[in-house]
């Protein structure tokens, strides 16, 4: 069974740093492109950043480019994203989310999430 | 970056009542076109994928259609476990993009 589990969420200060982890098991890791997406409190959802298996091609969105920072650990399963000058409006759930097939564009698989709460 | 936009925000319909969702793309998506069904304190779920497939296990009340620019959503007989918000996301440029959401509502 895959599973997704996010981590590292809390409250931190405006113009603080965060580190979010996703572990992952059920499928294999390595070969399986990883999305990080979020919701703030009352809004949509908001696509953030995606990473191939190798690390090799990385994305992000406009919002969040030159602050946040996407990794992989293949030999630890696990999945981050480093978050840097936080704001208020980075206040959301994180979730990480894989596709089914390894080479996949979709988010079908999606962790429970994490609370982020940037607030002084 | 492509700006997706769902109407109606919010659409109330009765229990066994059609609903359709609207999606449209500020450019061409070709078909890479997904919807998402999202329910609260539930992680989101992948209805249809390609426009126009229903993903595993998703009954086959759900049905997408649409190229392009213009897509939609029909649930041709809501049923209670049906309301929720779906969100269409677009997968064939970077950023990926979702639309703002349309909450199904029961009336």
């Known amino acids: 069974e895959v599973q997704l589990v996010e981590s590292g969420g809390g409250l931190v200060q405006p113009g603080g740093s965060l580190t979010l982890s996703c572990a992952a098991s059920?499928?294999?890791?390595?070969?399986?492109?990883m999305h990080w997406v979020r919701q703030a409190p009352g809004r949509g959802l908001e696509w953030l950043s995606f990473i191939s298996p190798t690390g090799n091609v990385i994305h992000y969105a406009d919002s969040v480019k030159g602050r946040f920072t996407i990794s992989r650990d293949s030999a630890k399963s696990a999945l981050y994203l480093q978050m840097d000058s936080l704001r208020a409006e980075d206040t959301a759930v994180y979730y990480c989310?894989?596709?089914?097939?390894?080479?996949?564009?979709?988010?079908?698989?999606w962790g429970q999430g994490t609370l982020v709460t940037v607030s002084s | 970056e492509i700006v997706m936009t769902q109407s109606p925000a919010t659409l109330s319909v009765s229990p066994g009542e059609r609903a359709t969702l609207s999606c449209r793309a500020s450019q061409s998506v070709s078909s890479d076109l997904a919807w998402y069904q999202h329910k609260p304190g539930q992680a989101p779920r992948v209805l249809i994928y390609g426009a126009s497939t229903r993903a595993t296990g998703i009954p086959a009340r759900f049905s997408g259609s649409g190229s392009g620019t213009e897509f939609t959503l029909t649930i041709s007989s809501l049923q209670s476990e049906d309301f929720a918000v779906y969100y269409c996301q677009q997968y064939n440029n970077w950023p990926r993009t979702f639309g703002q959401g349309t909450k199904v509502e029961v009336k």
């Open positions: 989310a894989t596709p089914l097939n390894p080479t996949g564009d979709l988010c079908f698989y």
């Open positions: 059920g499928f294999i890791f390595s070969s399986h492109n």
